[in-house]
């Protein structure tokens, strides 16, 4: 079994795929992976549920293919609202850099520099509750071209 992960993305701009060599897990126990864009790249999150922490990992070099460690998100002074087994990192914020994290139950924005999460939607928990789901969503510039054919 190799340590290492290849990812299948498509070039938008070639509009050809590709395959990226991800970042190499040799070091991390169990745990699960999530691969989302944060910041305008493609980056790659591993979910330690044993240290329940998240390492975000990004391209150190676009050219070599290098990755590293961007940020380490440590959850226990958040639980147990926030888990790394539960949550799941949705997006970044471009102005500020804060990460919003969704649990199903609370949402929150995690700042890297700081360190600091702030929870900006939570639900209690009514019997039979079994959460929400959250996305996220981005305008789009391009106006579909719709053809009926009759």
Known sequence: ???VC????????????KVMHGPSWSSHGGGRTSILELYGAISMAWFD?????IDVWRIKDIMDGAWCVGCRIE?????????SR?????CA?????????NTGRSLGYYDPETGALETIYTVGKPQGYRGFSATTVQDSL?????????
């Open 1 to 3: 079994e190799s340590a």
């Open 6 to 17: 290849e990812l299948l993305a498509f070039d938008v701009i070639n509009g050809e795929f």
């Open 49 to 53: 549920e044993d240290k329940n922490v």
């Open 75 to 83: 959850l226990d002074k958040f639980s147990p609202q926030y888990s």
């Open 86 to 90: 539960e949550v799941m990192l949705m």
């Open 93 to 101: 914020d471009t102005i500020d850099g804060r990460i919003l994290l």
């Open 142 to 150: 391009v106006r579909p071209f719709m053809k009926w054919w009759w």
